[in-house]
């Protein structure tokens, strides 16, 4: 894959209310680079990466691929996206196919999931169907592998040792990867570049190379993060009670009407049927 460049990317959304996410995203991503897009809750992140995703057309602006197509993809959603009638090992098999199944059970094992390959998706817990979603991710071998938050509901020793498998994973296939994380220490001690998204704007806030030396020890990632405190202004703090930041991070005032609004008819709705 020969990397990808994104042109005045934009997006709106009508509903609930007319509301723009992003404006004038311009980024080139490298072949083989692993960057990390950070940025707070609903400053467009998974946006961005559906749209790199070819899963949303409706957006402004241009994707550009090198030979014209974009590469074989895979992606790890915030959910788990798992077909819930199909065992764990019956998931991989689906994208990857029959003839994978050794394959796909060692790729079950590196994400610590020997011995569950029988079972159904609601018999396991929300870490291990993401690690579940990740291995099937990392079995189709793709040349463009887009991961959003990826690690979120692990314990902390468990996360580290996925960020460590992903770091291998990448480092011995070559693959580009975009990774959405809030985690800015996961993001220095994985990637090549971070890119922030603005609190407010949708716009990118910042690009920071990271050519760090691997494996990357505690003090170089202190040391690294120390010197990207600046990146997180602006971001809502939990304690920061103030009204504009509960709206950034939460519905906004027209949301929440709307949603009032549509749940008194739902109730309404409910007492004239019963
Ligand atoms: N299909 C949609 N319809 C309407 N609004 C949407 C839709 N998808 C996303 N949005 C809005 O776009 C904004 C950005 O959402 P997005 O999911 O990209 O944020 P995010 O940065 O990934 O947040 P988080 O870190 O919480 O996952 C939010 O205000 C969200 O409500
Ligand atoms: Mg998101």
Redesign the pocket.
């Known amino acids: 894959m020969k990397g990808f460049e994104l042109q005045g990317i934009t997006?709106d959304?009508?509903?609930?209310t007319p509301?723009a996410?992003l404006r004038g995203i311009d980024l080139t991503v490298t072949a083989g680079e692993l960057l990390s897009l950070v940025?707070?809750?609903?400053?467009?992140?998974?946006?961005?990466?559906?749209i790199i995703a070819g899963l949303d057309r409706v957006f402004g602006g241009k994707l550009i691929w090198p030979d014209g197509r974009r590469p074989t993809t895979a992606m790890v959603f915030?959910e788990p996206r798992l077909v819930p009638w199909l065992s764990i090992l019956d998931n991989l098999l689906l994208v990857a196919g029959e003839a994978s199944r050794d394959e796909a059970t060692v790729a079950l094992a590196e994400v610590e999931l020997a011995g569950s390959e029988h079972a159904f998706p609601g018999q396991l817990s929300g870490g291990m169907q993401r690690r579940a979603s990740l291995a099937r991710a990392l079995l189709t071998r793709p040349a463009l592998l887009l991961l959003?938050?990826p690690f979120i509901s692990l314990d902390a020793a468990c996360a580290g040792r996925m960020r460590r498998l992903l770091a291998t994973y990448w480092q011995k296939h070559g693959v580009t990867i975009v990774l959405?994380t809030?985690d800015l220490r996961e993001a220095v001690e994985l990637s090549t570049r971070i890119v922030a998204?603005s609190p407010q704007e949708g716009r990118l806030m910042k690009e920071v190379p990271l050519p760090l030396p691997r494996p990357r020890a505690d003090a170089a990632i202190d040391e690294a993060l120390a010197g990207l405190r600046a990146l997180t202004d602006g971001w809502p703090q939990p304690s920061d009670s103030s009204d504009s930041a509960s709206a950034r991070c939460g519905?906004t005032t027209a949301?929440t009407s709307h949603f009032s609004r549509a749940r008194s008819r739902f109730l309404a709705l409910s007492r004239s049927i019963a």
């Open positions: 997006r959304f009508a509903h609930p509301h996410v940025g707070p809750s609903g400053s467009g992140k998974t946006t961005l990466l559906r915030q959003d938050e959405v809030h998204l519905p949301q």
